[in-house]
């Protein structure tokens, strides 16, 4: 049983919920950035140490024979000094993601992959699921507001539940899980070519063993619809889809629609309070996976109306002399889009 990692460069988002992850189940972590060393972000620095890491320049030096197994993030070079100890010293070397879907392919696995909205989708996913009192794992690559934290573990008694994260398509590292649930919120050009991107994700529908969650209004992922054959469709204005909104409102601080479903012949009035028509299928995507787990579909919806939202999404810091200040993670031409959008 590994009971020490090093985790090299331990400070990026998912590599920082995953040391959470590991501390949480027992596991002792060390850890090293470049960041900290060049003395960027110290506040999250220091909320990592005060959680459980022990820090040590990346040099290599904190890499010692008492070392199990170093993990290390997609930025990390074989030239980094941590690797070449581990190499030299015969330590097996991990990628984040091959840790990660250790944990993930072993629970019910909830996997939100697509080219925008993972983290929305994700934090949303982990905040209902815990309102409806399923107390999942939750491993996701921003700061969830309702939790005040990346990484949602509960105690080892109850561990053995959902476990909800995103999925990474930029590396390929998607084909390493095995969710019990797929969702997938759309498909677009971005780290890799849609001829890559296409039989990727179509993939990890196939192997989700519960069923598939699919956005019907992106064309893409619409064409994918085949690839499991238990599929829960969302959409806007889509009565072909299982989960249909209608009557949609957008505000500058929160959206809001009716929620109707097959099998159900209520219509619920859904208002989440963050900005944007892509929060409306943030929203559905959501709304979806309480559908295909059979939840309280009133207290599914009664949950994301008290959403906190994700850091660095649409995040306002401040505003002074009637100019607002808005964060944003967005880093694309259509993510920026779509953000842009919202205001």
Same mark, same amino acid.
């Given at each position: 049983?590994?009971?020490?990692?090093?985790?090299?460069? #331990?400070?990026?988002?998912?590599?920082?919920?995953?040391?959470?992850?590991?501390?949480?189940?027992?596991?002792?972590?060390?850890?090293?950035?470049?960041?900290?060393?060049? *003395?960027?972000?110290?506040?999250? +620095?220091?909320?990592?140490?005060?959680?459980?890491?022990?820090?040590?320049? $990346?040099?290599?030096? *904190?890499?010692?024979?008492?070392?199990?197994?170093?993990?290390?993030?997609?930025?990390?070079?074989?030239?980094?000094?941590?690797?070449?100890?581990?190499?030299?010293? *015969?330590?097996?070397?991990?990628?984040?993601?091959?840790?990660?879907?250790?944990?993930?392919?072993? $629970?019910?696995?909830? &996997?939100?992959? &697509?080219?925008?909205?993972?983290?929305?989708?994700?934090?949303?996913?982990?905040?209902?699921?815990?309102?409806? *009192?399923?107390?999942?794992?939750?491993?996701?690559?921003?700061?969830?507001?309702? +939790?005040?934290?990346?990484?949602?573990?509960?105690?080892?008694?109850?561990?053995?539940? +959902?476990?909800?994260?995103?999925?990474?398509?930029?590396?390929?590292?998607?084909?390493?899980?095995?969710?019990?649930?797929?969702?997938?919120?759309?498909?677009?050009?971005?780290?890799?070519?849609?001829?890559?991107?296409?039989?990727?994700?179509?993939?990890?529908?196939?192997?989700?063993?519960?069923?598939?969650?699919?956005?019907?209004?992106?064309?893409?992922?619409?064409?994918?619809?085949?690839?499991?054959?238990?599929?829960?469709?969302?959409?806007?204005?889509?009565?072909?889809?299982?989960?249909?909104?209608?009557?949609?409102?957008? +505000?500058?601080?929160?959206?809001?629609?009716?929620?109707?479903?097959?099998?159900?012949?209520?219509?619920?009035?859904?208002?989440?309070?963050?900005? &944007?028509?892509?929060? #409306?299928?943030?929203?559905?995507?959501?709304?979806?996976?309480?559908?295909?787990?059979?939840?309280?579909?009133?207290?599914?919806?009664?949950?994301?109306?008290?959403?906190?939202?994700?850091?660095?999404?649409?995040?306002?810091? &401040?505003?002074?002399?009637?100019?607002?200040?808005?964060?944003?993670?967005?880093?694309?031409?259509?993510?920026?889009?779509?953000?842009?959008?919202?205001?």
């Amino acid at each position: 049983m590994t009971t020490h990692l090093f985790f090299s460069g #331990v400070g990026g988002s998912g590599m920082s919920a995953l040391a959470r992850l590991c501390i949480a189940r027992g596991t002792e972590v060390s850890g090293s950035d470049r960041a900290r060393d060049r *003395g960027d972000h110290p506040a999250g +620095f220091a909320a990592l140490e005060k959680d459980g890491v022990a820090f040590f320049p $990346q040099d290599g030096s *904190g890499v010692t024979d008492t070392i199990d197994a170093v993990i290390v993030s997609s930025a990390i070079e074989e030239s980094v000094p941590d690797v070449k100890a581990a190499r030299e010293k *015969g330590i097996p070397i991990y990628r984040r993601a091959e840790w990660l879907a250790g944990f993930f392919n072993d $629970q019910k696995g909830i &996997g939100i992959a &697509g080219t925008s909205g993972k983290t929305t989708v994700t934090a949303m996913i982990g905040h209902m699921l815990s309102a409806c *009192g399923a107390v999942p794992t939750v491993i996701n690559g921003g700061v969830m507001k309702n +939790f005040g934290t990346n990484a949602l573990v509960p105690s080892p008694a109850t561990e053995a539940g +959902f476990f909800v994260a995103e999925m990474d398509e930029s590396d390929g590292s998607i084909a390493l899980f095995t969710p019990f649930l797929a969702v997938l919120n759309n498909v677009s050009l971005d780290h890799k070519p849609l001829a890559e991107l296409r039989p990727l994700f179509a993939a990890f529908l196939k192997r989700a063993r519960m069923g598939a969650v699919i956005n019907a209004d992106d064309p893409e992922a619409w064409a994918l619809r085949d690839s499991h054959p238990v599929t829960c469709r969302y959409g806007i204005d889509r009565s072909d889809a299982e989960l249909n909104a209608r009557d949609v409102s957008l +505000f500058p601080d929160r959206v809001s629609f009716s929620l109707s479903r097959v099998g159900d012949s209520a219509t619920y009035r859904v208002t989440v309070p963050v900005p &944007g028509r892509y929060n #409306v299928s943030n929203a559905l995507a959501a709304l979806s996976v309480a559908h295909v787990l059979g939840l309280p579909m009133e207290r599914a919806v009664k949950a994301l109306e008290g959403f906190a939202g994700v850091r660095r999404r649409m995040e306002i810091v &401040g505003s002074t002399r009637n100019i607002t200040v808005i964060d944003d993670f967005a880093h694309n031409p259509d993510k920026i889009a779509a953000s842009l959008s919202a205001l």
